[in-house]
C-alpha cells in the first residue's frame, strides 16, 4: 500500500480546483525526457492529480514522492497509485510545498527529477525554483521539470541551464539541468 503521510491541518478544496496537466503535455514533456525516466527517484510537487508522479512510475522510475497540501488531491493520487498497482514505489504527502522543502531531513538521497506544478495565479516560478535548490532535494546531474504560465518568462537561475521552454496553450514547460 502506497505510504500516505499527512501534516497540519488543510482547508477543503474541490475537484474543480485541481488542474490536471494535459496528455498531449505529458507526452511531450517525457517524449523530450526521453530515457531520464527510468531508475530515477521523482519528486512532484503541487502534484495535483499526480499526472507527472504516475507516468514516470509507469515508466520506470524507481520511486515518486507526491507531495500536495488537497486533501482531494491526495485522494485522487492514491486512486491513480493503486489502480497502476505502483503502491510499493509511491509516498504521497498532504502537505503544503513549501513546508515539505524544509524538511530535508527526511531523505537521505535527493531526487534525480522534480517535476513542480504550482497554481498559476498563486506562485512565480523564480522563488520556487531557488527554494527547490536551497532544499538540496535536486541532484547534481538532476532534471528540473516546472509548468508555469505563458505570461511568465523561464526564469535565469545560475545553477540550472535552461535546456527547453515550450508552451502548450496557456501553460508553458521549462525543462532545466542541474549542473
Known sequence: MAIRLSSGSHRREHASQLRPT???TLESVFGMLSDEVEG???LDLYAGVGSYGVLALRKGAELAVFVDKSH??????LRAITQYHLDEQAKVFREDVSHFLHKTERWDVPFDLIFADPPYGEVTPGPVIEQILDSGMLTKGGVLVFEHSKHHA???ISALTLRKSRVFGETTV???DYA
Request: charged share 45%; no cysteine; glycine share 0%.
Open 22 to 24: 494535459a496528455a498531449r
Open 154 to 156: 523561464p526564469p535565469e
Open 40 to 42: 530515477r527517484r521523482v
Open 72 to 77: 482531494e488531491a491526495e485522494k485522487r493520487i
Open 174 to 176: 521549462s525543462i532545466w
